[in-house]
């Protein structure tokens, strides 16, 4: 059966198994190839694995893009104190669906990740941290765990090794802000999930105390082809400052939504109009959002000639974040769906730094002010004096995340708020 | 009534439809038959089983629950780590997390009472007070949105004669809005205790309703 929706053009990598059950289990997983890199890791080692990871380029996928490779040598490289490993799965940027993807049809895969990067970084124990509402997903990697665990790929003396590497699965409460890196340490260890100073950064002190890294599912999953075929292998794909495959996420108004595996530095326009179908009645594109909620809103003309890696995002004057596209035709309320997000991110603050408590709360009213047509001109200033205050400002990044798209929508589609402001008119009805 | 299919097929999918038995809503359908004691120890955190009947005064932890809770507390390295899994699993057999709840679980871990407080008004998912047999939380946020989800919102409220946030009078329906649920390439999504049902339109809204209350006579 094709999974929901597939494309020739397609480059599968990561997505290869979706839509077969076989893949979940041990058996079906090794029919693939699958554990082939955590073996290959073991045998050329850590130091080897780790250059493997920096040689292929890959970005970390949870929406930074930092080198893993790099990130992963910051770890020190004697192991005094235990060293963790931290999965973060969880996935609840708006837009994105890729991870509970991943793990519900691939759950092997994620597992080898998990192990690759643990013996590469010299952890012991990897937390996997799921989102609570992850209750299928949670069991589907569950059962697969359990598998692993029974056939001697996790836990002590891994595959006749001697390495020891133990995988726990937490199940998180529902709060977006525990998706951020110091976030999710601090709701591990069973705190209020708010964000931590960063320095220290999480290699020196990280969970509990100890040297940590914290990587996204798809990077860690990505990073189990690498250790089976190399890092060139991996440079195949992509472009020289993005290399590699990625799943884009899309969602919206279009055809055929769903996730899509390409190498990064694809053309958006050719995303949108060939592989998801075009957007439904044939509707005019109004809007793109290339990467997740929290990066700036382009409009048609920006789309044009985009292409989807890093730096083609970035000169089209957004971010490709996890590459959560979120496609708006021309019947899309502008100003209701940023009203949406501001509601979100007031929602989501943890409420340590004022300019985001403050600032994400405020900026929602005056939103609501202005949909519900009683907002004035000046608001719109105020919106953008607000949202500066609020760039730059914090400990993580959530006020940002909202900033970016208040003043992106303001300077591109100003003349929707006008409409509502000066004669109530709404553009758009969804 | 006219049968809701799924586009997004899962583990459960192989019906095709929105065809909830128990062991769909326990997750057993997915993942076949699980330990009440939760398996092996690296997976003893929490799996909130949702359509298990609760008991606002189950004892915290006995029998299968107490060796979960062990399990739990063996898997990291601080006590306070054990927080918000042991308040999933106070949960799961309660149905919601009271005061008194957060008291007995901060007296389980050694923690103050006040501190297990904080933590737990700091998660969305802990309910503070009781909710209906049926949880229905609807994502109204960006991609749902783009796709009707006010509407599918409006549906589920007029349909089960509910106000935002409120239990009906029977005690078994309680609809709320969500926040992105990862599923946004299959708006609306809608997680129903601990089942998501996707490609949800406001036209489907009976028929899930349908499902969910020809399941409350099958369980209780």
């Given at each position: 059966m094709a999974y929901p929706y597939r494309h020739d053009k397609e480059t599968r990598v990561l997505s290869e198994c979706f839509g077969d059950p076989a893949a979940r289990t041990v058996a079906g997983w090794k029919a693939v190839g699958g554990y082939g890199g955590i073996a290959r890791a073991l045998e050329i080692g850590r130091e080897a694995t780790i250059e493997d990871v920096k040689a292929s380029g890959l970005r970390g996928r949870g929406g930074a893009g930092f080198p893993t490779g790099l990130k992963w040598s910051f770890m020190p490289k004697t192991a005094a104190r235990p060293h963790y490993l931290l999965c973060n799965a969880d996935e609840s940027e708006p837009g994105t669906f890729k991870d509970r993807e991943i793990i519900r049809w691939t759950p092997h895969q994620l597992i080898e990740g998990c192990l690759v990067g643990s013996y590469a970084i010299g952890a012991s124990h990897c937390y996997i941290y799921l989102r609570g509402e992850f209750f299928e997903t949670t069991n589907v990697l569950a059962r697969a765990l359990e598998e692993a665990y029974a056939e001697g790929l996790v836990g002590s003396d891994i595959l006749g090794s001697g390495v020891d590497i133990d995988i726990t699965l937490h199940v998180g409460a529902g709060a977006y802000i525990c998706g951020e890196e110091t976030g999710l340490m601090s709701s591990l260890e069973g705190r209020r999930g708010e964000p931590r100073i960063k320095p220290p950064f999480p290699a020196a002190v990280g969970a509990f105390g100890m040297p940590s890294t914290i990587n996204n599912v798809e990077t860690l999953a990505a990073a189990a082809h690498i250790a089976r075929h190399g890092g060139e292998w991996y440079r195949q794909w992509g472009t020289e400052r993005s290399p590699g495959t990625k799943l884009f996420c899309v969602s919206g108004h279009v055809n055929k939504p769903g996730n899509y595996e390409f190498p990064l530095g694809f053309p958006l326009m050719e995303l949108i109009e060939d592989v998801c179908g075009g957007i439904p009645a044939g509707n005019a594109l109004k809007a793109v959002i290339p990467g997740g909620s929290s990066v700036p809103i382009m409009d048609a003309a920006d789309c044009r000639g985009c292409t989807l890696c890093y730096e083609g995002v970035e000169a089209a004057g957004s971010m490709l974040g996890c590459a959560s596209v979120i496609v708006m035709d021309e019947t899309s309320d502008i100003v209701k769906q940023v009203r949406r997000m501001a509601h979100f991110y007031a929602h989501e603050s943890?409420?340590?730094?004022t300019p985001c408590r403050e600032g994400t709360t405020w900026a929602t009213r005056i939103l609501q002010r202005i949909e519900d047509g009683r907002g004035t001109e000046d608001d719109l200033d105020t919106l953008v004096q607000i949202s500066e205050q609020m760039t730059g400002t914090t400990i993580c990044v959530l006020s940002d995340s909202l900033a970016m798209p208040i003043i992106s929508s303001i300077e591109k589609f100003r003349e929707d708020y006008l409409a509502l402001i000066r004669r109530g008119e709404r553009v758009g009805a969804a | 009534m006219s049968e809701v299919r799924f586009r997004n097929p899962g583990w459960a999918g192989n019906t095709g439809e929105f065809d909830l038995n128990e062991a769909d809503v326990r997750g057993t359908g997915y993942v076949g038959e699980r330990a009440l004691d939760g398996g092996h120890p690296s997976v003893s955190p929490s799996l909130p089983y949702m359509f298990v009947k609760k008991d606002p005064d189950a004892p915290l932890f006995e029998g299968p629950y107490r060796e979960r809770f062990d399990k739990i507390r063996s898997r990291y390295p601080t006590a306070r780590a054990a927080l918000l899994p042991a308040l999933n699993l106070a949960q799961e057999l309660r149905g919601h997390i009271s005061p008194e709840t957060m008291d007995e679980v901060a007296g389980l871990l050694g923690l103050s009472d006040a501190y297990v407080r904080g933590v737990a008004t700091f998660y969305t998912m802990y309910n503070k007070r009781p909710v209906g047999r049926f949880l229905i939380q609807v994502c109204t946020n960006i991609s749902c949105n783009l796709c009707g989800a006010d509407e599918v919102l409006a549906a589920f409220l007029e349909h089960t004669g509910t106000e935002l946030g409120q239990t009906s009078s029977d005690g078994n329906f309680t609809v709320v809005e969500a926040e992105c649920l990862a599923a946004c390439g299959f708006p609306t999504c809608v997680q129903i205790n601990s089942r998501y049902f996707e490609d949800v339109s406001a036209d489907d809204v009976p028929a899930v309703l349908d499902r969910l209350k020809r399941e409350l006579n099958r369980s209780f």
């Open positions: 943890c409420g340590q730094c | -």
